[in-house]
């Protein structure tokens, strides 16, 4: 069955600190990732997305992920977090071709200023 | 300019007694999704339509049902809600691109928090 890995689930960091966020998926076909972000009291937000080409692509408000297809991942990134990115984050996959969006579990966000 | 609304945001019940949760979207997206979050875990896809093709999840409880009238609308009912069923539920849309049934993004609404007294 398809299923996604999120391995923190909540991660404590100062403002500036970098931060990469893991994200491991256990399907072998082709697939379209995504990392979502929910606010508190937000609704999910999209922060950036995979289809195909540059295994390294950009999203909103200087993050970052990279897609490693022999590792099965799509860690998120940022070099320098601020307070306001204190938030909850979701890795999501589905198989090319499907709706089944399947989520990780989420990692908490604490931004210390 | 809200794009996937949902009403209400919190929804109190009582064991047994139905309850509709609804979702409208002004994308005019072709493909609309409830999801199941309960706290600290991953949402979960209950069932989505497709157009008006309804795709039930396999181990979705026969105690949802869904109804999509038109484009615009959806709407979740859980028929007979019990303490288990508490939960967040979350609307999605999506369009399908390039001309066959792979989708797009989904959009999420803000949630219906739904509790079970």
């Known amino acids: 069955a398809q299923s996604v890995s999120q391995h923190n689930h909540h991660v404590i960091l100062s403002e500036a600190a970098s931060l990469e966020l893991g994200c491991n998926y256990s399907?072998?076909?082709?697939?379209?990732l995504f990392w979502y972000v929910q606010y508190p009291g937000q609704h999910l937000q999209l922060l950036l997305k995979?289809?195909?080409?540059?295994?390294l692509v950009k999203g909103i408000k200087g993050f970052e992920a990279e897609f490693i297809k022999s590792k099965f991942s799509f860690n998120l990134r940022k070099p320098s977090v601020q307070w306001s990115d204190t938030a909850e984050y979701f890795c999501a996959v589905i198989r090319t071709g499907a709706n089944n969006l399947f989520f990780g579990t989420g990692t908490r966000l604490t931004v210390i200023p | 300019d809200a794009m996937v609304i949902q009403n209400p945001r919190y929804q109190v019940t009582q064991f047994g007694k139905p309850v509709t949760l609804s979702c409208s979207q002004t994308l005019n997206h072709n493909v609309m999704y409830w999801y199941q979050q309960k706290s600290s875990q991953a949402p979960k896809l209950l069932f989505h339509y497709y157009d008006k093709d309804f795709n039930n999840e396999a181990d979705t409880p026969d105690n949802f049902q869904s109804r999509r009238p038109n484009t615009s609308f959806c709407f979740l009912d859980i028929r007979s809600p019990g303490l288990g069923d508490a939960a967040m539920y979350l609307c999605?849309?999506?369009?399908?691109?390039?001309?066959?049934?792979?989708?797009?993004?989904?959009?999420f609404g803000p949630g219906t928090r739904l509790t079970v007294l």
């Open positions: 999605a849309t999506s369009r399908t691109s390039g001309g066959h049934r792979s989708t797009d993004t989904q959009y």
């Open positions: 995979y289809f195909s080409g540059d295994p």
């Open positions: 399907y072998g076909g082709t697939v379209n």
